[in-house]
């Protein structure tokens, strides 16, 4: 036996196996998480709208109608009340059509194992990412830092929150970080490939794709560009083609502020996005939202694409990587908590980069944010059975936005080393290539 694993260890390099280590160790993570959950329930609240929504592809019926999800969910007598509608492209819903064969019951478990697989994935393209950003492209067998690293962001992160609900985000993630690691490697056709199916699932993610046009990546975009068409084309014979008309057209009414039949009202405090801190706000002037919100999203767009620069190294790009999935987090029309998992790539690399240059002060503030910014605080609210003031209702949001600003000082701070390094070097006439 010790001569077969002896065999076996020296036909794997060290980088494959930390990278076995990294999704091993991040998957069953996310499996514990899961577990007790698919033990609990039978059908999530999310994952039955994601489940109603295939059904009435495989059926022909429009997947936007929460009617037509309503009287499904009555049929089949799924959990949970209510029903709520199916916001995503028509390529989720038409595609994965097949889970509408499956009993309920089953299908979320093979939803469930997707989503952990999905995670353990995300995180080992995570990590290789960091490594190449970092020149630690080899790194240890057996990466003890960023297992560990990981671990704490499934607490800090609240994952369980997003297994719990049934929800997309983990397949989501995967493609961003696929993505991240492809553009770090300069594969940049596979990356925006990969981005496009992200963006094909969830639409916002596009948002990602703005630092290319800036940098002036055109393969990235023209791999993007493929990669949407080919969405929309594998969708085309599930019979998807009404469903993008229909998913076009009720686009603009799910814009800021617009109330959405089947779905909470904007200015709820489950929904901390920009635009349900305005609504709460102003109320049903949705006008005065639609411009607030966009607005702000711009500023915080500006801010994350200045100080990222035109021709950034790749440890700049992951330090951009930061505000830049604040923003796209916090600039959909609705934020649930659930959607804090997506900071998981920047959060990853700003606590690596923390923990090894031994930034005690950074790393605790990074780890409290991270983790307010995932507290179920609608959940308080309610628990404290009293009227509390609009500005006192959005403190995931507040939580996010220090985010973004501790992303912005960490990448204002690096780039004026950098540019003070390279102030330095031509006066001096030296010639050594800087490491940022």
Known sequence: MTSILAAARARISDQHLSHLAVFACSAGAAFLCALDIDLKQPVAIDFKSFYTAAVAASRGLDVYD??????????????????????????????????????????????????????GLAATFTVAAIRRATADARGAAIPTVPIALVALLVWALNLRNSLAMGQINPLVLLFLCASLALSLSGKDTPAGLALAVAVGIKVTPILLALPWVIQRRFRALAG????????????????????????????????????????????????????????????PDVAAIKAASTITVLLLLGGALALGGRAP????????????????????????????????????????????????VEMGALVVLLALASVDFPYVYEQLKAPLPPLALSMNLYALLALYALGVVLLWRARGGITSTGTSRRRSGGHVRARC
């Open 313 to 360: 190294s790749p440890a700049r790009s992951l330090r951009a990587l930061l505000p830049l999935l604040v923003t796209m987090v916090v600039a959909s029309p609705f934020t649930y908590v659930h959607h804090v998992l997506y900071l998981f790539p920047a959060a990853l690399y700003a606590l690596d980069r923390a923990a090894t240059r031994r930034r005690a």
């Open 66 to 119: 929460v009617t037509v999800l309503e009287a499904i969910a009555r049929e089949l007598r799924l959990p949970h009340e209510p029903t709520f509608p199916y916001l995503y492209p028509p390529f989720f819903a038409h595609t994965f059509s097949w889970l509408a064969r499956l009993p309920p019951n089953v299908a979320q478990q093979v939803w469930s194992i997707t989503a952990v697989v999905s995670y």
């Open 224 to 283: 993007l560009a493929a990669g949407l068409a080919a969405v929309v084309l594998i969708s085309l014979p599930f019979g998807a083609a009404p469903a993008w008309v229909e998913f076009l057209k009720r686009l603009p009414r799910m814009s800021y502020g617009s109330r959405i039949p089947g779905l909470f009202d904007p200015g709820t405090v489950v929904n901390f996005s920009v635009a349900g801190f305005y609504a709460r706000l102003f109320g």
